[in-house]
């Protein structure tokens, strides 16, 4: 079992800045990669960024790259997104994910309870 608790949503004008937090637990933990996900009203949830445990790599949906940065602290558990000059369509429930790395066992993901971002325009 893999528990994610996140935090740091919030209302922000467009331009501006909100970092999300997603603390893991579980003794299992260690063989999941963590990401984020988004859902906007009315769409399906899409991927949005993604940090590898092993080497630290990381990878975006092309409409955050230059202004989103995930970041893992391992030695915490703890996978952050920081998000800059934020804009309208921004606007979604973020969730936080660990997805099984590739040869582990176990539930492909588990998920957190989302958190609301909202951008005013």
């Known amino acids: 079992q893999v528990q994610l608790v996140e935090s740091g949503g919030g209302l922000v004008q467009a331009g501006g800045s909100l970092r999300l937090s997603c603390a893991a637990s579980?003794?299992?933990?260690?063989?999941?990669?963590m990401g984020w996900f988004r859902q906007a009203p009315g769409k399906e949830r899409e991927f949005v960024a993604r940090v590898t445990r092993s080497s630290g790599t990381t990878n975006y949906i092309n409409s955050v790259k230059g202004r989103f940065t995930i970041s893992m602290d391992n030695a915490k558990n703890t996978v952050y997104l920081q998000m800059n000059s934020l804009q309208p369509e921004d606007t979604a429930v973020y969730y936080c994910?660990?997805?099984?790395?590739?040869?582990?066992?176990?539930?492909?993901?588990?998920w957190g309870q989302g958190t609301q971002v909202t951008v005013s325009s």
């Open positions: 579980g003794r299992t933990v260690i063989s999941y990669n």
């Open positions: 994910n660990a997805r099984l790395i590739s040869g582990g066992l176990g539930p492909r993901d588990y």
